[in-house]
């Protein structure tokens, strides 16, 4: 099975402030990449798929990079809004897998 | 817009059962695959299993193996989570989704239901 690890689990920024959070899967997964945000007691919501394709109706800010085992979920200039966990989740073989979360917290 | 609205949860003792709904809106529900995801009080996100639309084909990780069945009937819009032989740690609150095109990304999920499982 493949075993996804984010990283930090933890960052503390500023708004306006360029975000960058690490994912690393065990094994190559080509593309097959999804990054999710979610807030307290809500339902995560889907930003980012096939490692760099931004879901319909998110900010231009977020992006996503990489491919094989090593990726990247960058939040170019950080707002308010963007205070909450985010995950990456492989989705290229089953069974599929999350990390463990990347918490951005206010500075 | 598809909308995907959880029920079933509840209390059950260990070794109990549920079956957990998940109903969609809309016309096209059996066009595309749907998951389960769980996420533990306090913990990160868990995937518990995935099917495709047509139901032909399932998958499950590891922990809820021989245990969860998920199934679908497209006739009523309806994908179902059945749990058997529950554990404590089993104890979480249970999203269905639907998957984006094929991808296997999660780019619609229901509110949530929760399942605590304890004595």
């Known amino acids: 099975d493949i075993q996804m690890t984010q990283s930090p689990s933890s960052v503390s920024a500023s708004v306006g402030d360029r975000v960058t959070i690490t994912c690393r899967a065990s094994q190559g997964i080509n593309s097959w990449l999804a990054w999710y945000q979610q807030k307290p007691g809500k339902a995560p919501k889907l930003l980012i798929y096939?490692?760099?394709s931004l879901h319909s109706g998110v900010p231009s800010r977020f992006s996503g990079s990489g491919s094989g085992t090593d990726f990247t979920l960058t939040i170019s200039s950080l707002q308010p809004e963007d205070f909450a966990t985010y995950y990456c989740q492989q989705t290229n073989s089953f069974p599929l897998a999350f990390g463990g979360g990347t918490k951005v917290e206010i500075k | 817009e598809v909308q995907l609205l959880e029920s079933g949860g509840g209390l059950v003792q260990p070794g109990g059962s549920l079956r957990l709904s998940c109903a969609a809106s809309g016309s096209t529900f059996s066009s595309y695959d749907m998951s389960w995801a769980r996420q533990a009080p306090g913990k990160g996100l868990e995937w518990v299993s995935a099917?495709?639309?047509?139901?032909?084909?399932?998958y499950y990780a590891d922990s809820v193996k021989g245990r969860f069945t998920i199934s679908r009937d497209n006739s009523k819009n309806t994908l179902y989570l059945q749990m058997n032989s529950l554990r404590a740690e089993d104890t979480a609150v249970y999203y269905c989704a639907k998957v984006l095109l094929t991808t296997w990304g999660l780019d619609v999920w229901g509110q949530g239901t929760t399942v605590t499982v304890s004595s």
């Open positions: 099917i495709s639309g047509s139901g032909g084909s399932t």
């Open positions: 096939a490692a760099s």
